[in-house]
């Protein structure tokens, strides 16, 4: 996953999650991320951490790929 605008990868081993068993178990599975790991969930309104297991960055994307404000 790439910030096109500011030419900066922001994961280089990111997983999606484009079906709902996929989005149910997310981030669940894991007991963490290796840097530029990360799951892209499409389609997505909101982000539940119940039962995390480490604490994890957001970043929202809106309808045309650009970066919600």
């Not at 790439?2 to 007991?31: C, F, I, W």
Given at each position: ?69
């Amino acid at each position: 996953m790439r910030n096109q605008t500011r030419d900066a990868v922001l994961g280089d081993a990111v997983e999606v999650a484009d079906t709902s068993a996929k989005r149910r178990v997310g981030l669940l599975k894991h007991k963490g991320l290796e840097p530029g790991e990360g799951l892209w969930i499409v389609p997505c309104e909101s982000v539940h951490t119940f039962f995390m297991k480490f604490p994890i960055d957001l970043v929202y994307v809106d309808k045309s790929g650009g970066f919600a404000k």
